[in-house]
């Protein structure tokens, strides 16, 4: 059984992060700010999916 698309959330300016899960396959489909608890500040994550 397929669960699909995945969706996966990674800050915007983590290079590493987004190159991993564009090697999965994953493909960014927008942007959205939102709070990012480990730098207590409001940030951009960039939005991708799977399937």
Do not use: H, Q, W
């Amino acid at each position: 059984m397929s669960a699909r698309p995945l969706y996966a959330r990674a800050a915007s300016d983590n290079a590493g992060s987004l190159a991993v899960l564009r090697r999965a396959g994953f493909a960014v489909i927008g942007t959205e700010v939102s709070y990012a608890s480990a730098r207590k500040a409001e940030i951009e994550e960039t939005v991708l999916r799977l399937g």
